[in-house]
């Protein structure tokens, strides 16, 4: 019996509001002390009721709109039942059977090729506290609870199991949490916690005459670890069912420092929630009037502005997938472009970025959105190397020495890297590396051309980088034809 893998990802996303879903806490919970965003609500205390955040609610309609969703009129909350030591009510807030957004569809790009795979919803809920592990006075394991988490908005999407290998996954993330970035409902940091993956495996029969039961793995704290998990799970399946063996529907955890998924429990079915409407809250009622400025305010998607990166700014797909990676470099390159006034000369702004600004970012350790030059000043460089003002070679000497003191070419001056404009000192330049070079001359005169670029390389770089190419090129040709 030949085998296919199916896959379906849920993905857990804070949504990106200041307040939390049902109250007026902050939700920038990372750096507080514990239990310090708190109150009644959130803590689930009896007789608080719930407020609801309209920012995330338009947030997650927005998501559902750039996944090309459809948004029903009609939409309600639903309490979720479970017991966890970081769920003080006993219940979440969230959606069941009518959800804000339904039907959807996400196109990415994997192995070369575009995959389009379904967005069966996307609802809102409200995030847990969390468990802290640690270990007491007499060295006995305790947990404590931290509730500045519980309560912050959260967006479930669930993709239609439409993958087939580990890589799609991996891409169908990347692609997901690029969106959300783009339209500001999420950092999609998954090492924040606030971008979250749980992923359905299992395998069947390509005749389809024979499918096994679904697999949910947990604990993946990165999109290496969604695919290693996936890789390992897809081998594991397919070793039992060809010797023979049985699977069951299961939720099993990853574990990054093994490299194995462990079996923790059996899978929950819907009834196990005992989900029903929540009666503090109303109903979401929708006109279309609504949807249309939500729809309004997300302006150029990831996917779109790499196909104009393409076809109208002639970059590369390579050079062009990763400027749209992030929204935050995607910007930069265009204010980059906007400043410098660079129309027609993308591609040089866009080598700039990729390999010097980028190069620097990771040389010094920084953020990604910690850009050392800024767009400004990258575009009054390359602009001054477009007019001359700048040698290339000196442009790039200068990128790490640029600070907010004064101008580009202010800066460069200080630096002695301002292009030279002497001839006759760089045709000295010229005469002292014909005679430190005197192979390359022998060369060029016996008819080998490609010789003088040695030469002009060596006299710049005796120029301190700051003498223009051509006009070495042609004081090195007068010399040469003495």
Known sequence: MELETVIGLEVHAQVL???????????????????????????????????????????????????????PSFSKLDRKNYGYPDLPKGYQISQYDLPLCAHGTLTFEAAGEDVTAGITRVHIEEDTGRLVHAHNEQGSEISLVDLNRSGVPLMEIVGDPDLHTPEQAGAYLNALRQILRSIGASTGNMEDGAFRCDANISVRARDNSWAGPKVEIKNMNSFRSVVRALQYEEIRQAEVVTKGGTLVQETRGWSEPTGVTVSQRTKEQAHDYRYFPEPDLPPLVFQEAEITVIREQIGELPAARKDRYITVLGLSPADAGVLTSDDRLST????????????GREKSAANWVLNDVLGLQRARGLDADAFQVTAAQLGELIAAVDAGSLTGRAAKALLP???????????ASRHGLVAMDDSEAIRAAARETMVAFPAAVADYQAGK?????????????????????????LILQEELSV
């Open 17 to 71: 509001t200041r307040s939390k879903m049902y109250c007026s806490c902050s939700a920038e919970y990372a750096n507080a002390d514990p239990n310090t965003h708190v109150c009644p609500v959130c803590l689930g205390l009896p007789g608080a009721m719930p407020v609801m955040n309209k920012a995330a609610i338009e947030a997650v309609i927005k998501t559902g709109l750039a996944l090309n969703c459809e948004i």
């Open 449 to 473: 051309q490609a010789a003088i670029g040695r030469l002009i390389g060596e006299t710049i770089r005796r120029t301190g980088g700051r003498a223009n190419p051509d006009t070495v090129r």
């Open 401 to 411: 020495l640029l600070n907010a003191e004064g101008s580009v070419l202010d800066q």
């Open 332 to 343: 930069y390159f265009e204010d980059v472009i906007a400043v410098g006034n660079l129309s």
